[in-house]
């Protein structure tokens, strides 16, 4: 089992969580709600407006997002849905965890000041005009930003 940050369509309720819920997949456990402990851009950007990760730390904000407990079935799925390693790389990640929740064992709970570390889907492959674009603290297909989440 490994561990795994989410930030973008990933997350519970948005257009790809069906994939973390999906037992054919693979096993998908929610242990927490987190935020990076550096500053990372997440930007919206494509034809698709597809969240990224980008891999520029100190930059941006502290990205909220869930933290999850994943089988290896379903991280090897979702590394061939995120594209490893043309768009995106799977790198590891602190976090500070704000809340932890019901799936999450002792042992996980007593982390040292509340901070961990998993895997999150970053990109060091990104067009030279991404990283000015807007930074955002949290992802939402359908937030504020005007820039919903098209399907391929």
Known sequence: MARLFVYGTLKGGQPNHYCMLDKSIGAAQLLA????????????AG???IPFLLNL??????????????????????DVLEDIPATYQR?????TVEEWLGQADHEER???GGVT???????????LDW????????????GHHGLEYIRK
């Open 91 to 95: 790198t590891l990640v602190m976090l």
């Open 117 to 127: 570390e998993a895997f999150v889907y970053s990109t060091t492959t990104y067009q």
């Open 47 to 49: 034809e698709y407006n």
């Open 131 to 142: 990283p000015s674009l807007p930074h955002y603290e949290s992802y939402d297909s359908r």
């Open 33 to 44: 709600t987190a935020v990076t402990t550096e500053k990372f851009p997440l930007v919206i």
């Open 57 to 78: 730390p100190g930059q941006g904000h502290r990205v909220h997002g869930e933290l999850y407990r994943v089988d290896e079935r379903l991280l090897n799925f979702l």
């Open 110 to 112: 007593s982390a040292a």
